[in-house]
């Protein structure tokens, strides 16, 4: 890792650890900029790429952190495929932490006029955000009277939205933008994202059979979880390569990747690991998931299945 990565990385992961609170989004916003990493700077951002973004999700990853900056990252991709007008108004704020954006783009719908109809899943972000947009086809809008209903999900830290329009009234709309891109920009960033929360999961559990005895020794002297330990730190290895790889490619490794960790954390903590108290359910229910959002791993493995039948 270079040094400006080590850099941001520690930067991240001591603030997380430091703040925990409600102000933790405005900190990381305020202090290390997350929400404008992939903006440019003339509309407010730090210039860089995402794979700096990866990295701070990586850390928010390990803590399963409710904070916003998966859907910030999505949000500002959609808004800089925009006009220069919208980018000039929007992004500043946003990159501020002053504005959350709930973007709605896992879905489709059809604009009549002013007015927008359709139903968009995994929406993230929108019990604190103030702006509802929706990206569909060359359309960039904003709407108002969109139903919001709880979509369900095992992730109780990460709560989703089925947003719902029934000729939902359009207050502003950007028609240059292209939504293109989006769909392997969520799966970069998820894929960057769970390799963290396994890293973590991992760490946990090897941390755990160090200490539990058993039989007068430690569990982790015990060979059989030794060599399913060691598998799981070459799937690790494998998902960190992966990640750097084609977004569809990095999503399918690191979601399988992420499920094997933690059914193994549940697993090797026993029966202390099924208690509302302990973690490793968290653990467990982001694996489970984070799998399915934006597209489960079967459907980007057909996705891609023509791809490899034509090489």
């Not at 900029?33 to 794979?51: D, I, M, Q, W």
């Not at 359709?118 to 569909?136: I, K, N, P, Q, S």
């Amino acid at each position: 890792m270079i040094e400006e990565h080590a850099a941001l990385r520690d930067a991240v992961r001591g603030l997380v650890a430091g703040h925990t609170g409600d102000d933790l989004w405005a900190r990381l916003c305020g202090q290390i900029g997350v929400a404008g990493l992939t903006v440019p700077e003339e509309y407010g951002g730090s210039g860089a790429t995402v794979a700096e973004a990866a990295i701070v999700l990586a850390e928010l990853g390990r803590v399963l952190s409710p904070v916003p900056m998966l859907g910030s990252l999505l949000a500002t991709h959609a808004l800089l495929g925009a006009g220069p007008d919208t980018r000039s108004r929007l992004l500043p704020p946003v990159c501020a932490g002053d504005r959350v954006v709930a973007l709605a783009w896992n879905g489709a719908a059809t604009i009549d006029g002013d007015r927008i109809t359709g139903t968009f899943r995994d929406v993230l972000d929108t019990a604190v955000a103030d702006t509802l947009l929706v990206a569909t086809g060359d359309h960039l809008v904003r709407v108002e009277g969109a139903a919001l209903e709880p979509q369900p999900t095992l992730d109780l830290s990460r709560p989703l939205t089925i947003v719902r329009l029934d000729r939902a009234l359009i207050t502003w709309r950007d028609t240059s933008h292209t939504v293109a891109g989006l769909g392997d920009v969520a799966c970069a960033a998820l894929a960057a994202e769970q390799v963290g929360t396994a890293e973590q999961a991992f760490a946990s559990t090897l941390e755990y059979v160090r200490l539990r005895h058993q039989f007068g020794r430690p569990i982790g002297s015990f060979q059989v979880l030794q060599h399913r330990l060691a598998d799981l730190y070459v799937r690790l290895q494998a998902a960190r390569s992966a990640a750097a790889t084609e977004p569809a490619v990095a999503r399918v490794w690191c979601s399988e990747t992420l499920k094997a960790v933690a059914a193994e954390m549940v697993q090797m903590h026993g029966g202390i690991a099924i208690t509302w108290e302990h973690d490793a359910h968290r653990y467990l229910r982001r694996a489970w998931a984070s799998a399915e959002l934006f597209g489960s791993p079967a459907e980007h493995v057909a996705r891609l299945a023509p791809e490899f039948l034509d090489t």
